[in-house]
């Protein structure tokens, strides 16, 4: 498959700049890969779609304000976007710099009264960082890592985070979970559902665009998850796994893939994927060249797929992270 597949035509004024309010006021267009179906409804319509059997899963993440500017000797400002903590001893962190090419090894940066010392380049404009207690400073010093194509405000900022956010440790958000409401996850467990979570820490893997002109040659970078005991048990007692947003769908593929709970993941998962978890995706409309409408397409096909996006142009409905959602139901994993 040609990168040049996932590209799809977005008028500018449908790029979402503030979630829907109430948040499960969202739209809904539910896609039913079996019967050829597109229909269009609410958000807080989901539990309809839900029953017993099903195992709902969340991804509890809670994002960072991941995004800071430090200065450099000298007294330029270069932003870094804080990805990962590193399994080392040392509290390095893997960040994404802008400007990059202003950086060396070595090079001691200020971040107020504290300091970073810059470890050594990797790849794509990403560093290794150490020297400060991280969480405590970006708790006190650091934004909300909204992306590129959201208007930063105060407001947008104090969005961007899901009703169910736990598990600190994000740069982005899983943006299929914006949607949910206290109400709807109440309405879900009385449609007799099970909830259940799971944690991925969204990183470059997640947002990190596809550059390679073949799908196959693009490389996914590793995003840290884990599933706990007791959602293994309510997923592999589901007749239907829902897997909320393509975070979830790769936390649950990798774990039936290698069997393993917690890890880091590379799965890139596009057309041509045998699914082995997940009965039914719940996501957003992702950006043209994504690695997560391969996921979408790889789950509900490449030509149904393409048409439903049409069908959201035309309809207006909002896209990307503050936009509405999709409902993918007929092509995954029954059990």
Not at 13 to 35: E, F, G, N, T
Not at 161 to 170: D, L, P
């Amino acid at each position: 498959m040609l990168t040049s597949e996932l590209d799809y035509r977005l008028p500018a004024d449908l790029i979402a700049q503030r979630p829907a309010v109430p948040r499960d006021s969202s739209r809904l267009m539910v896609v039913d890969a079996s019967k050829g179906t597109v229909e269009h409804h609410i958000f807080r319509d989901l539990p309809r779609f839900l029953g017993p059997g099903d195992a709902v899963v969340l991804n509890e993440t809670k994002v960072l304000p991941a995004r800071v500017s430090v200065r450099r000797p000298g007294g330029g400002e270069t932003e870094l976007l804080f990805l990962r903590r590193l399994n080392d001893r040392n509290g390095s962190w893997e960040v994404m710099a802008r400007p990059s090419k202003r950086l060396r090894a070595g090079m001691t940066l200020a971040v107020g009264s504290e300091e970073l010392r810059v470890v050594q380049p990797l790849e794509e404009g990403r560093w290794v960082v150490a020297g400060a207690d991280v969480l405590e400073m970006l708790r006190r010093r650091g934004r909300m890592p909204l992306p590129p194509y959201i208007e930063a405000t105060p407001e947008a900022e104090a969005a961007y985070q899901t009703v169910y956010a736990k598990n600190e440790g994000s740069a982005a958000a899983p943006t299929a979970g914006f949607h949910f409401t206290p109400r709807v996850l109440q309405r879900v467990a009385r449609a007799g559902a099970r909830l259940a979570r799971v944690t991925l820490h969204v990183g470059i893997g997640t947002f990190s665009p596809v550059r390679a002109k073949r799908l196959a040659d693009h490389r996914m970078h590793a995003e840290r998850y884990s599933v706990p005991e007791d959602t293994a048990q309510i997923v592999g007692g589901a007749e239907r796994v829902v897997a909320v947003g393509t975070t979830v769908a790769r936390t649950l593929e990798s774990w039936a893939a290698t069997g393993e709970r917690e890890g880091e993941s590379d799965l890139f998962i596009r057309p041509g994927y045998r699914w082995r978890s997940v009965g039914a995706l719940l996501t957003n409309f992702h950006l043209p060249r994504s690695t997560l409408l391969a996921m979408v397409m790889a789950f509900a096909g490449k030509e149904p797929v393409r048409e439903a996006y049409e069908v959201a142009v035309k309809e207006r409905y909002r896209f990307f992270s503050f936009g509405d959602a999709m409902l993918l139901l007929g092509n995954g994993r029954l059990r």
